[in-house]
């Protein structure tokens, strides 16, 4: 299965839960982000034999949020599959039977075992050799791993975090020296990515805490003998993991698109697009 969400390193920023004040708000629009378990179910019009799926959705924050709700507009809130004008029908038409302007809306069953089975398989044939890869894959496939006979003490989780939708103004942290303007950062056009490419120690549950929070990457100023960026040495410099993360992000992609417009073998709306790469494109203002 290919997945372009990987090439994304930027550090963007959820919550502020301690440490210094780099950001500030400018959108108060936020999205509820479920971050327990959840039960998947039959729509209550249809009838199935099968047990309820028991769907832990924190641990699939390592994927994209547009790979599973791929109608998603990134700001509106997420509607379940089974919503009207979705996969809303149970179980496929009998052959002849459905409009041909119907026939790509996949049925409520189709949907799921294409796009949740499909993928487990496809990670446990990625992870066949690794050692490493194969001791955290535990997805399931077989029918009775995922609708299991006994269900009775399992419900859905309220656990869930706000998200912020809008704009985040990064600013270098207090204490820190800043030439430059701070930089509005689009939270909500990264949803492409996903959440822990940039939050990378975050446990899924957890409150996100600021990048710059104490253990982190909350060293004000660069190592003394050097200010590259991709020196080890300057690893939890606060300047070196925004540019690093960010800018590479950019242009990985960047590369992607060219590599991509020479093979002549796509068609333009499936191009990545990039982030900006100039300074004065980031920092608008200096």
């Avoid at 309820?52 to 509607?79: A, N």
């Avoid at 535990?138 to 989780?157: R, Y």
């Avoid at 056009?189 to 996903?194: L, M, R, S, T, V």
């Amino acid at each position: 299965m290919k997945r372009y969400l990987f090439f994304a390193y930027s550090l963007a920023i959820i919550l502020m839960t301690g440490g210094s004040l780099i950001f500030a708000q400018e959108n108060a629009d936020k999205l509820r982000l479920p971050t327990g378990t959840m039960m998947l179910k039959a729509p209550a019009h249809s009838q199935t034999k099968m047990s309820p799926v028991v769907f832990p959705h924190s641990t699939h924050f390592q994927f994209s949020c547009t790979i599973c709700h791929h109608e998603w507009d990134k700001v509106s809130p997420v509607e379940g599959c089974a919503s009207s004008g979705c996969h809303e029908k149970l179980w496929a038409s009998p052959p002849g039977t459905t409009p041909l302007r119907d026939k790509k809306v996949k049925s409520l069953t189709g949907a799921y075992h294409q796009a949740c089975r499909e993928c487990h398989r496809d990670l446990f044939k990625e992870s066949q050799g690794n050692s490493k890869a194969m001791s955290r894959i535990t997805a399931p496939v077989a029918c009775e791993e995922c609708h299991p006979a006994s269900q009775a003490a399992v419900e859905d989780s309220l656990d869930s975090l706000d998200i912020p939708l809008g704009t985040i103004t990064l600013a270098a942290p207090e204490g820190a020296e800043s030439r430059r303007s701070p930089v509005e950062f689009p939270h909500g056009k990264h949803f492409d990515y996903a959440c822990q490419t940039c939050h990378h120690d975050w446990d899924g549950e957890s409150p996100v805490e600021n990048c710059t929070t104490s253990g982190c990457h909350d060293q004000l100023e660069p190592d003394e003998k050097t200010r590259n960026i991709h020196d080890e040495r300057n690893s939890l410099y606060f300047l070196a993991a925004y540019h690093k993360g960010c800018i590479q992000c950019h242009l990985s992609l960047r590369d992607q698109r060219r590599s991509l417009e020479k093979s002549g073998d796509i068609n333009e709306s499936e191009l990545p697009g990039y982030g900006p790469l100039a300074c004065i494109e980031c920092h608008a203002d200096s």
